[in-house]
């Protein structure tokens, strides 16, 4: 690939900052290598929609699906209603693009202190379904506003959507060296959902017969990621729980200013996208407090989806040498930590952090 | 109240073992008071779906029903289909008896070693709503087993059951210190159901204008469930949220082997229901190693919930005082610890423990 388009969608708050230091990343560990980046910013977020009421219209969407792939920072804003980006503009994106593979590492590296386990021990990644459950907008409410009203959100699973999803956690776990599956869910209430959920993996575990599996209820899983975090390897779950046990994840491994993830399209019949999974934290944006990490760890899963695995790899060994030098302090309040990129090349960022009071 | 009533569904696995403890810290604790205990045993559970095909019948709600309270032990069972006893007994008696309330501490008592929180520091109460939501049944799944199967899950959503639960977290709230109200939802994606519990917490919030309230999306609570617990006051939110962090809560506080819990139905119109949260631990069943404690604390809250505070009051702090005295290690391994109740003037159970293998 000689040249990468790369359609770029800063957001708010904070994403403008991290996308910046990403990109950076990027064009450093690029030059040379007889690859190039051609970035393509996308205004989308609260401002374009204070201007024009618009999230994401069919044309953004043709423009960005011709691109390679998709860096984005953070989407959402206190001056915009709750749901309109998120819905809008977000989660268009992962539907539309078929981003059923939402992929989100939890990994304690050297330096980054955790009172839960010791860097080395975990090393797991969740692969959450990212196109139905709980996220696909079905459901509604009437009488709105009254005190008869009803409200319901339907999860719909399909045993299409589950497959597929499932047979990408058991390849993602056979070329790991533990090999194991954890399918997360909540069967004993969800029976619908929970049972195509374990009827699916006890099917395709025919195909992958050296994985070994094992199955956790939701409640239980936040339980482990406290206790014992190091048993996990590849974990597949539906969209909800899978937000809810990545953040957690993220408060284990060294806070969330370090969670990368990649909204993947494993088809490749539209761009992946890749973003921090952190907010758009508008409390300390344009203070050049953010921790731009999750975001350049989020460039080396770019690179990698790519296929330019040995630059991934100098990202991903840049990053883990910045954080065993400037350690990461994990502790009850708010990581700030200065962060430093020289070894991809780029200057060094002005200190930054994510602050934990913005996650989203 | 010259006599309880007490309806006891031990269930199954380590459910006898830990409902015995409960029972007889009860009668000690009550010993010389004026007021006698008369519990009635319903057997309910795997034993009896084996046998009979039921789960509960009429016949048992309405002799529950007659009673003042009910201690339960712990349902479910690897040789029952998954939901089955959950759904057709467990929820069922939530459902039926209106247990919109279901209150679940997290308490970190001295001596009790956590790595996340100093004891003292940690002390919320979770208002989990427990009777609408997805934990309602609705949905369903059509051309189940093939790949066109399509399986549904229904969450339902009142401004009825919402705000009756709201307003009844409030009012613990405002009997609280510091008075702090924070509701956890994910109002960003489920807008319907969201934007309902957020309307209904600032709507019910002009009736307790000394209440501070905040929000967290769920995702984000289980960071700062993480990283600062200490935060949490009364925490308010939907059925299944309520699981999911009131398990990871048990986890930071000690471990699933304290955590106590109340089924509430604050009108009184059926009897209210105090169980461990953790479950039925089939693997560690039979063995005398079962960790009283949560059930104990249980009971604990049943006296509290039928006047008898001051009894309440000594079974919390014969807890405390063998929590103290023991200690309860935290960590990455199961919890085995031994009890002591002779504060309460129970003979001290056998060396006892939760496997947090077991959790449910
Ligand atoms: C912003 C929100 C819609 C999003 C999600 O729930 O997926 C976020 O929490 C995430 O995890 O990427
Ligand atoms: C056993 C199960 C149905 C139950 C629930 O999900 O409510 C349990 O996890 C709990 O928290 O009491």
Not at 154 to 178: C, I, K, L, W, Y
Request: glycine share 10%.
């Amino acid at each position: 690939m000689p040249n990468i388009k790369l359609a770029v969608v800063a957001g708010d708050g904070i994403g403008t900052e991290v996308v910046d230091q990403g990109l950076a990343v990027l064009e450093s560990v690029l030059a040379g290598s007889g690859t190039q980046v051609t970035p393509t910013a996308f205004e989308l977020g609260a401002k374009r929609w204070h201007a024009t009421g618009e999230t994401l219209t069919d044309d953004d969407l043709e423009a960005i699906r011709a691109h390679d792939a998709i860096l984005l920072g953070a989407i959402g804003d206190p001056t915009v209603p709750s749901g309109v980006l998120e819905r809008g503009l977000l989660l268009k994106l992962r539907f539309s693009l078929d981003h059923y593979v939402n992929l989100r590492p939890g990994k304690l590296y050297p330096g980054v202190k955790s009172p839960l386990a010791e860097p080395g021990e975990v090393d797991f990644v969740v692969v959450r379904e990212g196109t139905e459950g709980p996220y696909g907008g079905v459901g509604g409410s009437v009488r709105t506003g009254t005190p008869q009203e009803i409200a319901t959100e339907v999860s719909v699973n399909t045993a299409f959507g589950v497959e597929r999803v499932v047979r990408d956690a058991f390849a993602r776990a056979q070329a790991r060296p533990r090999k194991h599956l954890t399918l997360v869910h909540k069967h004993n209430v969800l029976v619908n959902a929970g049972h195509l959920w374990r009827r699916t993996v006890e099917a395709v575990n025919a195909e992958f017969p050296d994985v070994t599996t094992d199955y956790l209820h939701v409640d239980a899983a936040t339980i482990f990621l406290t206790t014992n975090p190091s048993r996990f390897d590849v974990i597949v779950t539906d969209n909800l729980f899978g937000d809810i046990i990545t953040d957690q994840a993220a408060a284990i491994c060294g806070g969330i200013g370090l969670a990368a993830s990649g909204n993947i399209n494993p088809d490749r019949t539209a761009p992946s996208m890749f973003e921090p999974v952190h907010g758009s934290a508008p409390d300390i944006a344009g203070q050049g407090k953010a921790d731009p990490t999750a975001t350049v760890m989020s460039v080396a899963m770019l690179l990698a989806h790519l296929g330019l695995t040995e630059e991934s790899a100098r990202v991903e060994a840049a990053v883990a040498a910045d954080l065993a030098e400037r350690g990461a302090e994990y502790g009850r309040r708010p990581r700030w930590a200065a962060t430093s990129h020289s070894a991809c090349g780029a200057e060094p960022p002005p200190t930054t952090a994510v602050a934990a009071g913005s996650v989203r």
